[in-house]
């Protein structure tokens, strides 16, 4: 057909093993892209889906090769061109734009320069038509001010910008397809939903065929025509992106929407149980047999063929598929309710607290002081309570992390103090801070490779905390580490096992285990669950809830996905620019907020369903810092009253609901306002 772009025919992808056995990656894949369409590719990890966007563009990974099939770029096979052909593809024809747009630029080269590589890389252009192209590149990506954006280096955009900057790099050659892998990954909720609105703009205007690889469902909703579902290797699903997410056929895709948390709906999504099967185990029958509900003896010994239903237009590798063809969803069993012992047996206090990240001067160091009137995070007053969620939310760069970090005493507070466990106060500096108080707070990181150490194994791992606080060694310290395994589901296979032989969502529970092996009484989550596919996170929220049933143990979570910290949190502080704008109970936050920066964040939460969308009612605005005085949200504020939210501070309301805003506007007017919206 005229109309195909790219075909995808019987291609296989695999390695030899060291027994010298054929492994198959990718498994008879079959399937073709249409001039102008979007095609989002979803799946676990290890599913298949960056292998095959890679296969796309003529790159198989080093220690995998074609085993057999093609991938036809208007009848030439990418596979087999050779590098000097497929140069003149790459960029020009089909370009890419990856995960981790600040990784993907040169640190040291202005944004102008790298576009202008791209340029003279991929089109004939001269220079002065190339300096001309760049500001249209700029302006068709939504950065402001072209010529002085071409002038700034990487590290001083924001990470919402520098993955615009890679897509005016990707569409530099005017390309028929733009693959991207995951490229809202990382970004915050309002940066995301305006980065898909251009991507969907590009689309339309430029004609341009794209393919979304994402594990993140509500963004393949807003982009996608159509959805490719790959488990194991294999294609299971293929089809319009309405039906497959509103009616899935197939029991992986039905499992993988009931992982998702949602907005309207409090408590914690069901998690799929076991894992994906690793590469050559499955010789026959269904590769998700072990992990289906639906599942029949005939499913284990016989393999199901990838089958066209001409009627929907959507192809299924499934013998029960008409079980679930006409199966209405049925609501969440939750496993939790929400805590509602606020306000009494407080254990940690933040008060006052402003943190800066300003340099001290020599006469400041010397008083231990530094003068900076507008730090990055100010007047911060915070009570958590003994057994309580309290969920950090806001986008980046409003001072989340950087308030955690402070209470777990890895960066100094300006201002103001920590207190813990009502009467202790917590040292500035870490190395003064008593050893019960180190280990009654644990801190984990949003990325378990960076906090794992990659040449210790899960036993090494696991017991330097046991060794640290409770002096624990020999038979009582294996028996220890085993217990804390079993925790977190993992036991005592995996304790000779190094981090490079885990999977993302093993990982993370390793690095759970530590943090609950110090028996804390605090665990600050930062971003604990943003890289993870969202069966792990459902599986890793769940293990988070109950492990704070068995112990008590008090969380602060920081996360960007509204939709998880819903899910899990108790109380909800939002806060913008590093000042704190709403508190209250999560329950009143999500279904009626008061704050307009909160009304934000939620109108852009991305749900897993095409015919919801996202609500941008405020700019896509980067604010370097906090404004001198006034309203930090008064430059992006859709509601914003005058002089007044530019002079003055706002004050704090107590609304009805339990809610404690920081608005000039008064609560009763913005509940109203809200309503008619």
Known sequence: MENIVQKINNLTIGFTSQKGEQISILKNISTSINKGETVGIVGESGSGKSTLALAMMGYVKHGLYTISGECLYHSNNLLDMNNRDLENIRGRKIAMIPQNAGQALTPNLKIGYQIDEALKLHTDFKKEDRDKKISELLNKVRLPSPEIMAQRYPHELSGGQQQRVAVAMALAGNPEILLLDEPTTGLDVTTQAHVLELLNVIAKDTGTSMVYVSHDLGAIARVSDRVIVMYSGEIVLDGPVRGILKNPIHPYTFGLLKSIPKLTSPGLPNSMSGSQPQPGIIKSGCSFFDRCNFAEDQCKSNTPDLEYLSDIKTSVRCFKYRDLINMKETKNDKIRSLNNNILENEILNISEVSITYAKQKFLEQLLNKTEDSNPTVKDINININKGETLALVGESGSGKSTILKSIAGLLKTKDGIIKFDKDIVLSNDLKKRDPANL???????????????????????????????????????????????????????????????????????????????????????????????????????????????????????????????????????????????????????????????????????????????????????????????????????????????????????????????????????????????
């Not at 990659?454 to 038979?475: D, W």
């Not at 885990?502 to 285990?513: M, Y």
Request: charged share 25%; with cysteine.
């Open 439 to 677: 280990r009654a707070i644990q801190l984990i990181f949003q990325n378990p490779d960076e906090s794992l150490n990659p040449n210790h194994t899960v036993e090494e791992i696991v017991s330097q905390p046991l060794k640290l606080y409770f002096g624990l060694s020999g038979s009582e310290l294996k028996q220890k580490i085993i217990e804390v395994l079993d925790k977190v589901r993992l036991g005592e296979f995996y304790l000779t096992r190094y981090p490079r032989q885990l999977s993302g969502g093993e990982k993370q529970r390793v690095a759970v285990a530590r943090a609950f092996a110090a028996k804390p009484d605090i665990i600050l989550c930062d971003e604990v669950t943003s890289a993870l596919d969202v069966s792990v996170q459902a599986a890793v929220l769940n293990l988070l809830q109950e492990l704070k049933e068995d112990f008590g143990t008090t969380y602060i979570f920081v996360s960007h996905d509204l939709a998880v910290v819903r899910a899990i949190s108790d109380r909800v502080a939002v806060l913008y620019q590093g000042r704190l704008c709403e508190i209250g109970p999560s329950k009143h936050v999500y279904e009626l907020p008061s704050h307009p920066y909160t009304e934000v964040l939620l109108g852009a939460v991305l749900e897993p369903d095409p015919d919801i969308k996202p609500k941008l009612v405020a700019e896509d605005i980067v604010e370097e810092k906090p404004p001198e005085q006034g309203c930090s949200f008064q430059g992006r504020c859709p509601r914003i009253l005058g002089d007044i939210c530019k002079k003055e501070v706002p004050p704090w309301q107590m609304g009805e609901n339990g809610n404690s805003i920081r608005c000039h506007i008064k609560v009763d007017d913005l509940k109203k306002q809200q309503t008619i919206n």
